[in-house]
Each structure stands twice: as C-alpha cells, then as structure tokens.
C-alpha cells in the first residue's frame, strides 16, 4: 500500500511516525511531501495526558522527548475570570477526592458547602495543589498512595516536537519530499485520488492519501460529502494572535486561559520561552484591539511580532472519503482553550491504524471511522461550550452572548442533570471524564441544589474529619514533592541536555 501524506507539521509529522512504527513494513510504503514556502500553524502547544501514551507507543524516550522539544510538565490549565471577573480554578489531570461509603466524592463536598463548609472544592486534588505550589513528581503505580490520584501532560515547541518526529520517521524508511502541489488528479469513475502533481512537474502516485494540508484541506475539500459544519454559534472566538516572550520567574507546571472582553488569552510555560495567545471573536473586537491588548499583558518582550490566524470553528462531515483520510487542521477545528488539537490529532492515527484499508477499501472501515471521529469532535464542542456558557459575567456584549446563547441538547440535558442531582451524565464515547466535567461546573458556580441521599449515612462530624483528613493527606503528599524545576534536572530534560544533539 502506497501512502502519500500531505503536508509535514505536527499532524504530518506523528501521522508518517505513527505508520511507521505501529504498521509492518512490507504492509505499506510512507512517503511525506511538504513545502516550506507553506508556513505550519504548530498547534498543540500545550496536551492532554493521552499524549504520553502516544509517545509510549511509538517507544520515545520521556527525558530525551522532553530536552528535544524544550518540554515542561502539565498537571492542568488554570481558568482565570471566566464565571466573574477574580476567579479562578484549575481543571486538574486527576481525581476530586475519594469515594466515601461507595458516594461519589462530589456529594459529599456539595453537602458540606450547603451546610455552611468553606473549603473549596479544589482543596481536594492533589494535582491542583501541586500545580500551584510548582510541585512535581511522577505519580506512583501503588493504588493507596495520594501521588496515584493524577496523571500528567506536557507542554512542549510543537515545531521542535514535528522535527523530532520527522527524525524518528525517516530513520524507519519514510520518504520525505520537498514540494508544493500544483494539481490533484482523480479516478474517472470512482473519484479517488490518483496523484498529485508538483512545481517541478513530478506527479506522484499512491493508494491512500493523507491529507494533513491544514485549513486548506487540498485534499479533503475536493472529496464528495465532506462539506465543513460550522459551530461558530455556539463558539463565537474566529481568529488568535499568537506571540512567544522570554520567561520570567519559576516554570509552574500548568497552563493558564484568563477570559478577557471578547475571548481569553492562553499562557504556556516551556523551558526555553512562554507561549503567549488570544483568541477572540471579530465580531466583538477589532484585530487592532486584540493585538495591543495580547502585547500588552505578556510578561516580558515578545521574542518576534505577533502571527494571526483565522479560523471557522467546526468540522468536516466526512473526514475519510475515498482513498482520503484528513488528519488536523484540514479535518476540522476546535480552538485550543483545553488543549484537544494534538489529541484529535492522535485520535484519527489510532483509529486509522485499527482501521487501516485494504486495496478495495472496503466502506464500512470508512463509515466507522467517520462516525467515531464525529462523535469525538462533538464531545469536545460541548465541553468547550459549558465554559463559555456558564458564566455569570454580563460586563461586555460578548459574555452576554455567551452567557444567553441556546446550546446544543446534548450539553443542555447534562448541565440541567448536575444543577438539580449533581449528577454527571457520562457519554459512552469521548476524552472528558467525571473530574473534568467536576472542575468547570463547580469551578465556575454551577453548584447542585440537591446531592445524593446516600451521603448523609456519614454523620456531619464524621463528614467534617474525612474532608479534613483528605485535604491534610494531599497537602502532606505535595509538600514532600520537589519543585517544577528541580524535577526536570533530575530526569536530565532541562534545555541543557538537548546541546547534545
């Protein structure tokens, strides 16, 4: 099987690594072709805790993946003004609490907060405590330590994270072409694609193409049935500036979204710089607007001018047609305010790979692949919906929108679950679990006016020793941790060990 991918960056680049190391040689033929006259958007800054198994997979090096890339560790993403104006919360990678008398944690806490408790909910995640404290350790494997209740992501130079890549999939017979595709051709009856014809008259034939074009979709926007479905709706931010500065102060091992008045500004701590960004909805700000006050709040000088991007939130109806799979960007977007890009990026190779095509491709490999992936980019709309949509913010015509806009049933029915159970109703597919869902509602005032009957078998002295002890318990765990920094010279990841290479 002969695969062409389309465009190199981070989606090309782990899509070529992935194929070669997960699929048998003599199975299929890798080739890459990417230009440098295209400039890459280099999404995926900041991760989610899958990654780490990504790079499991392929059989990377943590350290060496770490000093290559210049990477910091994430437990979470803290959210800044975005229920009022002051407040703050993270959404951790790990658990609230435990589970006491077989009852959800969570009721128990909304228990105590409604009779008269004044500890927060954030009190009880030991991730949480860490992060702010600019903790880090490894978590451990034994179940009935504290350290076992979180995972952890990266933050990382995503285009230091594709060289490295690019490095790993050459070395494993990947076949890379430098190039600018002038033309797609395709089958008379059948529509497939063909080849794709270069500046330099090179025509280039494969089996399965694999288009990582980005926005453009080369590829996937000439395919029947993929027409793009817009969600700007529901998610009104269509353009970013996005600007790197030197660092100030200790490395905290999170990232940060602070809410501003027509959008939020992200923040991503790195070893050798911070990632600044603000994305925002035209419809409310200026470019001008949006530039100034990005520039004006960064802690230190930008280290080159700001870039902007456009963008229309939403996805393809079909992200595989044909012989065409789009990986990326030119499958669809959902901005980066919980750092989902890289995994949507890593969720369409893994279900590539279990659904790899044979030469008839068959069409049901197709329609299973599209449907799951639907299902998946739907997941993440609506988490990133409830952020905007609980808020009690009424200070700029944007937070009003936000605050008012109608939303999609599946998110309405879910929210209105938890505000009157505390319940949270799990989708059988999607990344978000219980903790997640727990961090934003509680983390922006979406408390439950009732908790589960169950909860209050534990009398309130008792209730009151448990959540003390809990807390004592992870604040104990975290002080014994060293510091952000200090961790990442241990491991030998600092900046200083990739002078080697």
């Known amino acids: 099987m002969r695969v062409l991918i389309v465009g190199g960056g981070t989606a090309g680049w782990m899509t070529a690594a992935a194929l070669a190391r997960l699929l048998p040689r003599d199975l299929v033929r890798i080739r890459l072709v990417e230009s440098q006259q295209i400039g ?22 943590e350290a060496d993946f770490m000093a290559r890339t210049r990477a ?59 992060a702010r404290e600019g903790k880090f350790a490894h978590p451990s494997t034994d179940p009935s330590q504290p350290l076992s209740t979180y995972s952890y992501a990266y933050q990382f130079d995503a285009g230091l994270y594709a060289a490295y890549l690019r490095e790993f999939a050459e070395a494993r017979g990947v076949v890379r072409t430098e190039g600018k595709i002038v033309e797609v051709r395709h089958h008379g009856e059948n529509g497939f694609v063909e080849s794709v014809t270069l500046e330099n008259d090179e025509q280039i034939e494969a089996d399965l193409f694999i288009d990582c074009s980005g926005f453009r979709g080369l590829l996937i926007g000439q395919a029947p049935g993929t027409g793009y479905e817009e969600w700007t709706h529901w998610l009104p931010c269509d353009r970013a500036y996005a600007v790197p500065c030197g660092t100030v102060g200790p490395i905290f091992p999170y990232t940060r979204a602070t809410a501003h008045q027509a959008g939020w500004f992200w923040r991503i701590p790195l070893q050798h710089r911070v990632g600044n960004g603000h ?6 700000c200026s470019d001008e607007k949006a530039r100034d006050d990005l520039l004006e709040q960064l802690e230190s000088d930008p280290l080159v001018d700001p870039v902007q991007l456009k963008f229309t939130t939403g996805k393809r109806r079909r992200q595989w047609s044909g012989n065409v799979v789009a990986i990326g960007l030119s499958s669809g977007f959902l901005e980066p305010l919980e750092s989902t890009s890289i995994h949507l990026i890593q969720l369409a190779i893994g279900y590539l790979v279990d659904l790899f095509p044979k030469r008839d491709f068959d069409p049901a490999n197709q329609a299973e692949f ?3 992936m639907a299902l998946e980019y739907e997941r993440v709309r609506d988490f990133l919906i409830l952020h905007y949509h609980a808020t009690e913010r009424d200070d700029t015509p944007f937070w009003n929108y936000c605050r008012t ?38 983390g922006q005032n979406v408390i439950p006016q009732n908790h589960d009957p ?32 200090a961790f990442l010279r241990r491991i030998g990841a600092s900046a200083s060990a990739a002078v080697k290479h």
């Open 40 to 61: 890459t958007v280099g999404v995926g800054e900041a991760t989610v805790p899958h990654i780490r198994f990504f790079n499991a997979r392929l059989g990377l090096d």
């Open 72 to 130: 910091t560790f994430k437990l979470g993403i803290e959210f800044r003004n975005w229920s009022r104006s002051g407040d703050r919360y993270i959404h951790p990678f790990g658990a609230f609490g435990k589970e006491l008398g077989g009852v959800p944690f969570h009721h128990h806490w909304v228990r105590a907060h409604h009779q008269g408790g004044d500890r927060s909910f954030q009190d009880y995640s030991l991730p949480i405590i860490a």
């Open 279 to 284: 994305v925002y909805s035209s419809a409310f």
């Open 370 to 372: 599209n449907r799951i």
């Open 405 to 442: 806009m109608p939303i999609p049933d599946s998110l309405a029915y879910k929210m209105e679950l938890f505000r009157r159970r505390g319940v949270v109703a799990p989708y059988r597919e999607g990344m978000f679990l219980d903790a997640s869902w727990l961090a934003v509602y509680i």
């Open 454 to 485: 169950a909860a209050d078998r534990l009398d309130r002295a008792a209730l009151g020793g448990q959540l003390a002890g809990l807390h004592g318990e992870y604040a104990s765990a975290v002080s014994a941790m060293p510091t952000h920094e």
